[in-house]
């Protein structure tokens, strides 16, 4: 049998092997791990095909390709689930399908959890996000991929407002209803990227511990998660009130404001809204004005809240860094990072996560467009 020679298609580079030799395909995939592991991996098919190598299409990097067919089925399966619609289907059916090897019993003490979870600030102000490698932030956006698909595969099989529910949604609302999983969705950056706890010497490396809580999430285990980042304590500064004030006070002599309220508000105790606190906020404002009625003469309904790809990618690009995150630990360029993903760099308008955050932005607006409709003919007469 005659021996080629098989050359690294990522040039320059000068590895080569021979196609008669031992293990090739491990050899092949092993040197790109490790000598392209952030190469686009446009190449040939026909080329994979000979060796052979198996690429997903989707994430297009060195990092995921197989030697046989079925470890890239599986992965596919995890990382890009396709669940068809299905009317009958629970909550826990279309988790099941993206996670088939996950303990179902948690999922279904996960969903019930959060169908009741009454969920309020987490206790810290910052998260392990910044201190990841690019790796480790692509396993958190695959994850956080997944809750938003199952938010929209859920949203599909909705039944219509007129149909009868059956009688297993009242019997077992945590499994049908949506509310579990947009709990889950708000609450996933606290319970993954939740700040290390304080003066603990066996602390591991901020990679380390969220792919340690995504191997939880996947297993179902959401109320432990939920329950660690709440006993997080909240960071002491050993920075003196007056030093504190004097910082803030050279950021703000230096027109950096977000700088000096972040100063301001460090080592400044949480004032309680109490009555005479009410009386100090009540006198910051104008008095109201008086009402007065504003009617609509024309029956031109208002003009759709449409968002599509291009309105919604400006508005991401344009999000400054840095942005403060909200009362979640849920910063910004979090969700910036993930919609704006791009696998293969060669292709600059391919975003392959854009998609589902359109789909996402629609179905938060719809609510507000429908209430809209209804709202038109009160101020058309």
């Known amino acids: 049998m005659s021996s080629t020679l098989i050359t690294c298609p990522f040039q320059p580079c000068s590895f080569t092997i021979h196609s008669s030799a031992q293990n090739?395909?491990?050899?092949?995939?092993?040197?790109?791990?490790?000598?392209?592991?952030?190469?686009?991996?446009?190449?040939?098919?026909?080329?994979?095909?000979?060796?052979?190598?198996?690429t997903c299409p989707h994430c297009m990097s060195s990092q995921h390709t197989y030697l046989t067919i079925n470890h890239l089925a599986r992965h596919i399966t995890q990382c890009q689930p396709t669940t068809p619609p299905d009317p009958q289907q629970?909550?826990?059916?279309?988790?099941?399908?993206?996670?088939?090897?996950?303990?179902?019993?948690?999922?279904?003490?996960s969903l019930h959890f959060l169908h009741h979870l009454q969920y309020h600030p987490v206790p810290f102000r910052s998260n392990l996000y910044k201190h990841l490698p690019q790796e480790t932030k692509k396993e958190f956006h695959r994850t956080y991929h997944h809750i938003l698909q199952w938010i929209l595969t859920a949203q599909a099989q909705s039944t219509d407002p007129d149909t009868p529910i059956p009688a297993a949604h009242h019997a077992q609302p945590h499994l049908y209803s949506q509310t579990a999983l947009w709990k889950l969705m708000f609450i996933f950056d606290a319970i993954i990227l939740a700040s290390h706890p304080p003066h603990n010497r066996h602390t591991?490396?901020?990679?380390?511990?969220?792919?340690?809580?995504?191997?939880?999430?996947?297993?179902?285990?959401?109320?432990?998660?939920?329950?660690?980042?709440?006993?997080?304590?909240?960071?002491q500064h050993t920075t003196s009130p007056e030093d504190q004030q004097y910082l803030a006070q050279q950021a703000i002599d230096e027109d950096n404001y977000h700088a000096g309220y972040c100063h301001l508000t460090k080592a400044m105790p949480q004032a309680s809204m109490d009555p005479h606190n009410q009386e100090i906020c009540s006198k910051l404002y104008d008095p109201p004005t008086a009402y007065q009625s504003i009617h609509r003469n024309t029956k031109t309904p208002p003009p759709p809240l449409v968002i599509n790809q291009e309105l919604l990618l400006k508005a991401?690009?344009?999000?400054k860094p840095g942005t403060a995150a909200g009362p979640l630990a849920d910063f910004p360029q979090v969700l910036k990072d993930f919609a704006l993903y791009q696998p293969d760099h060669t292709n600059p308008t391919y975003y392959p996560h854009m998609g589902t955050v359109v789909k996402m932005r629609?179905?938060?607006?719809?609510?507000i467009c429908s209430l809209r409709e209804k709202l038109t003919p009160l101020g058309s007469n």
Not at 316 to 319: D, E, K, N, R, V
Request: aromatic share 8%; no cysteine.
């Open 24 to 54: 090739v395909p491990k050899a092949i995939r092993q040197h790109w791990q490790t000598a392209h592991p952030n190469a686009p991996l446009n190449i040939d098919p026909s080329f994979l095909r000979s060796i052979p190598l198996y």
């Open 90 to 109: 629970s909550l826990l059916d279309i988790i099941s399908h993206t996670y088939r090897h996950s303990p179902t019993p948690n999922w279904t003490q």
């Open 204 to 235: 591991p490396s901020p990679s380390v511990t969220v792919k340690h809580r995504l191997h939880l999430f996947r297993d179902g285990l959401i109320q432990q998660l939920w329950d660690a980042a709440q006993a997080i304590p909240p960071s």
């Open 362 to 367: 629609r179905s938060q607006i719809s609510p």
């Open 316 to 319: 991401l690009q344009q999000t």
